[in-house]
């Protein structure tokens, strides 16, 4: 599976690979993820707030979508409690594809 630097430096990536980067970001409720943080960064639980999915899912689809490089951590601070409140970010701005029976492109920004 290609990253998202690997996809978008690299026109020549072959259709499946392509078909399975854009798999991944739509799967289930993926999508509702990168669009909470596309904007502003948030953490867990303002994207838990925003969206309505599980705590649990949305930790595993972060650690899916940053190994992927789809979204980064922007910053961790601490609040008054002590506990530390990390803030994803992503890095997808706008996800265009193309899709015809040779091809599939994407263009990322």
């Given at each position: 599976?290609?990253?998202?630097?690997?996809?978008?430096?690299?026109?020549?990536?072959?259709?499946?690979?392509?078909?399975?980067?854009?798999?991944?970001?739509?799967?289930?409720d993926t999508y509702k993820?990168?669009?909470?943080?596309?904007?502003?960064?948030?953490?867990?639980?303002?994207?838990?707030?925003?969206?309505?999915?599980?705590?649990?899912?949305?930790?595993?689809?972060?650690?899916k979508l940053e190994n992927?490089?789809?979204?980064?951590?922007?910053?961790?601070?601490?609040?008054?409690?002590?506990?530390?409140?990390?803030y994803y970010k992503s890095?997808?701005?706008?996800?265009?594809?193309?899709?015809?029976?040779?091809?599939?492109?994407?263009?990322?920004?």
């Amino acid at each position: 599976m290609y990253s998202l630097t690997e996809i978008k430096n690299n026109c020549d990536i072959d259709k499946n690979e392509t078909i399975s980067f854009l798999n991944n970001i739509l799967e289930n409720d993926t999508y509702k993820i990168i669009l909470s943080v596309m904007e502003y960064s948030k953490t867990v639980y303002q994207m838990h707030k925003e969206t309505s999915l599980p705590l649990s899912s949305i930790y595993k689809r972060i650690n899916k979508l940053e190994n992927l490089g789809i979204i980064s951590i922007e910053k961790i601070t601490i609040n008054n409690k002590g506990r530390k409140l990390i803030y994803y970010k992503s890095k997808i701005k706008n996800l265009t594809f193309k899709l015809n029976e040779k091809d599939v492109r994407l263009l990322i920004t």
